[in-house]
């Protein structure tokens, strides 16, 4: 039985990575040294790291204008690193379009005076809300791309005149994205780049000029872009396996096949969902995510059910975020067209045998 994982993140790796993963780590009979077991800054690893950084640099389309950081500390650390490194002494304005978007602002409300200039919060995360005015000493708009626990996307950045910060996690390198225009954005690599442990922070950098000189050394963003993100060890692995996906998002035919691909594997799914009374996706058609398609039952008490058979017919990673319950399927790059089909048909018969 083929397996397809929905999990929302940490989440399945391509299936050529698993296999080039695979060899990289099989032990010869000479022990010879892993890409994990030698020095970063050796001549083996520096051209791992050379080549990530060009590949990245390809896929997002950003030249010299731009940044392109390899952090720890997930995207729950920038939350914290963007306020104070680009808001000291003005205002981060915020649209906030779910649950990682709230948390975002929580954090960026401890550190500098952050305001709300757009919450869908009162409809239930269901749409985009309008923006309001932005705060004459904004200094920024922070968005959340892809809502991955709301299934609510922006199809294209907000229009704002100031610079935007975006939370990429869930969509990043999923479909052609105009990056050379944003002022910032961020994405774990755990939903479309591989593994945790990495984060993809890209920086446009005349706002570099803002950061004020009293932050910790790590935790501003000069440190990482002045020493090629090696300020210390990097976490090597993660590195390694975002290459493998770089490398084979490119062998698909890049941001273009890819996302077309994905359209093709969402529209399928929502097609499946609107054409039953059995199954529901509340959110605007305009807002829905591509990425990560929440949705319920009309019997609730059947969810479990779902879930279970489901999982015990090779699909795991379908049950909902626990703050939302219900039922999520996330189609990140590396889900294969043939998995929607077979989730799509597995939800025919849940529902002939339990409608
Ligand atoms: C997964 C996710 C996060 C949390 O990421 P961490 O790497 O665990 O900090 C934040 N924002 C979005 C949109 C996410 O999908």
């Not at 998002?249 to 691909?261: D, Q």
Request: charged share 25%; glycine share 8%.
């Amino acid at each position: 039985m083929t397996i397809h994982n929905f999990s929302a993140g940490p989440s399945a790796l391509p299936r050529p990575v698993r296999e080039n993963l695979a060899e990289t780590f099989a032990l010869d009979d000479e022990f010879t040294p892993s890409v994990v077991e030698i020095s970063h800054r050796g001549k083996g690893f520096m051209a791992i790291a050379e080549r990530l950084q060009a590949g990245l640099r390809r896929l997002m389309g950003v030249g010299d204008a731009h940044e392109v950081l390899l952090l720890q500390g997930g995207a729950h650390l920038q939350f914290a690193m963007l306020p104070m490194n680009f808001a000291r002494g003005r205002t981060a304005a915020f649209s906030i379009t779910g649950h990682w978007g709230e948390k975002a602002f929580a954090e960026s409300a401890r550190i500098v005076e952050s305001r709300l200039v757009a919450s869908g919060v009162d409809e239930g995360y269901q749409d985009l809300p309008e923006l309001g005015h932005l705060p004459a000493d904004a200094a920024y708009l922070h968005y959340t791309g892809n809502e991955t626990i709301h299934g609510v996307q922006y199809a294209e950045p907000p229009a704002a005149a100031v610079p935007l910060a975006a939370d990429l996690s869930s969509e990043f390198l999923s479909r052609p994205y105009p990056y050379a225009d944003l002022g910032m954005m961020y994405a774990g690599a755990q939903k479309n780049l591989g593994v945790a442990g990495l984060t993809v922070v890209l920086v446009r950098r005349d706002l570099l000029e803002r950061i004020p000189d009293d932050l910790p050394t790590f935790l501003d963003y000069r440190t990482w872009a002045n020493s090629d993100s090696m300020k210390n060890t990097p976490c090597t692995f993660a590195w390694y396996v975002a290459l493998e996906v770089v490398d084979w998002i490119e062998s698909l035919g890049g941001l273009e096949a890819v996302g077309k691909r994905n359209r093709d594997k969402a529209d399928r799914l929502y097609g499946a969902i609107d054409a039953s009374e059995f199954y529901a996706n509340r959110v605007h058609p305009d807002a829905r995510s591509i990425m990560n398609v929440p949705f319920v039952l009309a019997d609730d008490s059947l969810t479990m059910r779902f879930v279970e058979q489901a999982e015990a017919e090779g699909m795991p990673g379908l049950k909902g975020h626990r703050a939302v319950g219900g039922l999520r399927a996330s189609l990140y790059n590396a889900i294969e067209p043939d998995a929607v089909t077979a989730l799509v048909d597995f939800m025919r018969e849940f529902e002939r045998r339990h409608g």
